[in-house]
């Protein structure tokens, strides 16, 4: 809903302000290309639940079919963005092992906003059920962002520090915590919300579910030797 694209957008300019709202005139066309198909997506959100709070519902379905483009291209830039990521390519290139945090969040959160999209358009005549699966679109794609703006609030506190790679490793680390209970808190409040007024539907908590799974999984699948093989062969593609 309105609530929940709103606090995207907040947590997306906060996370990435540093790297790209500020540095539009620096930004390559790929990231350029991803950054503003991201932002779109949450605009679009947030457009699409106020098309249906004003009740104008044939712009709800015109825009509706017409976000399969901008899913599309979502998807693809994701996953280039993810290859050159893992690869160390690009003016913002990491060390593998820190990628490769980053990259374990990006490999599980695709499929759920695949799934969560492709599901919306399957439920698309149970009102409840589309707009908590496009919802959950938002958190999907709000993982990264969070983890940047975290990153930075520990750098502001000093918790963390932006200088040698083993430094900005372990602040990176250390914010992936506050960033998956951020996101799970959040879910877990929408969850409360729509118990309490009677309209639960089976998206908040299937997303709570997967993203707890990825929570507590994260650091040993992460530093295990299959995610190595994957993020290598992912990281081979660009």
């Not at 901008?70 to 290139?93: E, K």
């Not at 609030?153 to 520090?161: H, M, N, R, S």
């Not at 997967?210 to 994957?230: C, E, G, K, N």
């Amino acid at each position: 809903g309105v609530p929940l694209a709103l606090l995207a957008i907040a947590v997306t300019l906060l996370g990435f302000w540093r790297t790209f709202f500020s540095q539009l005139g620096h930004v390559d066309f790929v990231h350029q290309l991803h950054g503003w198909l991201s932002t779109g997506w949450l605009v679009l959100v947030l457009v699409q639940a106020s098309l249906i709070g004003f009740r104008k519902f044939k712009w709800h379905r015109v825009l509706g079919w017409s976000s399969m483009a901008v899913f599309t291209l979502l998807i693809i830039t994701s996953f280039h963005m993810l290859t050159l990521m893992l690869a160390g390519v690009g003016p913002l290139a990491q060390p593998f092992n820190m990628a490769k945090i980053f990259g374990y969040s990006d490999v599980t959160a695709l499929p759920l906003l695949i799934i969560a999209y492709v599901a919306a358009i399957v439920f698309r005549k149970d009102r409840h059920v589309h707009s908590r699966l496009i919802s959950v679109t938002l958190f999907a794609g709000l993982l990264p962002a969070a983890a940047r703006m975290f990153f930075g609030i520990l750098v502001l506190t000093g918790l963390a520090k932006i200088g040698s790679m083993e430094e900005m490793l372990n602040g990176l680390t250390l914010a992936i915590h506050p960033t998956y209970i951020f996101v799970l808190v959040v879910l877990g409040i929408a969850i409360i919300v729509d118990w309490r007024k009677g309209r639960l539907r089976w998206p908040f908590p299937f997303a709570f579910t997967w993203l707890a799974i990825v929570y507590a999984t994260f650091f040993p699948a992460a530093h295990s030797q299959w995610f190595d093989y994957l993020a290598k062969a992912i990281a081979s593609l660009a």
